[in-house]
């Protein structure tokens, strides 16, 4: 089977997915511009993100684990000095620990983690700096709908969607949507401080602290 993440065109998704993850993903740029430092985005994909990032922040690196996404975003940023991306697995960074100010995993990535989401987390936690937030933004419990309909619009078949919302596809994909409850577990266990606000109906974003 070939992989979804060699046939997704995410940009096109982004343009042609309902109204409400639109939002959501606009929204999601609006928040980034706020940022500065040394910047680490988990799953960058085709660096949507990382092209916003470039212009504010001091270093910026993004990794994913899929060579065709890392190399779109190399290509997309490759006039951007202060940016690096990498071929990596998010259970093991090669980054040092406390190096980042920001760490990053937008879009709903953190949905397509499955059982790998905790150990993620704990590299996320390992690599940010004391004083440094991570920042997720996922889909809410509202999501399903739109979700599957710009699934469908993007010519994907579903095998299988579970009474949580989680979405399989005959194309590899896997997508999760949380509820406030489920994410306060995941941090809870890693002992971060945590908010968590809506960017719009469908989504949640989350800010966690290190702990002193």
């Not at 916003?52 to 000095?81: H, Y």
């Not at 979700?147 to 993007?154: H, I, K, V």
């Amino acid at each position: 089977m070939v992989s979804y993440y060699i046939l997704l065109n995410w940009d096109r998704f982004v343009e042609r997915c309902s109204p409400l993850l639109k939002e959501y993903y606009n929204k999601e740029l609006d928040f980034v511009t706020k940022l500065s430092g040394d910047v680490l985005e988990v799953g960058c994909g085709t660096g949507r993100i990382l092209t916003i990032l470039a212009k504010k922040c001091r270093r910026i690196v993004g990794i994913d684990k899929e060579k065709v996404m890392v190399d779109i975003s190399k290509d997309k940023l490759k006039k951007s000095r202060n940016v690096e991306i990498y071929k990596q697995n998010a259970k093991r960074l090669k980054f040092p620990d406390n190096c980042f100010d920001f760490v990053l995993c937008m879009a709903n990535i953190f949905g397509n983690l499955g059982r790998d989401k905790l150990s993620v987390l704990k590299e996320m936690k390992r690599v940010c700096k004391s004083s440094g937030k991570i920042i997720i933004s996922v889909y809410n419990e509202k999501a399903l709908k739109p979700r599957l309909d710009s699934y469908a619009n993007d010519g994907l078949t579903h095998i299988k969607v579970t009474k949580q919302g989680t979405v399989y596809t005959k194309e590899g994909l896997f997508s999760e949507q949380f509820t406030k409850k489920k994410l306060i577990s995941l941090f809870k266990r890693l002992r971060l401080n945590y908010k968590i606000i809506s960017l719009n109906q469908i989504s949640y974003l989350c800010i966690c602290n290190i702990p002193s």
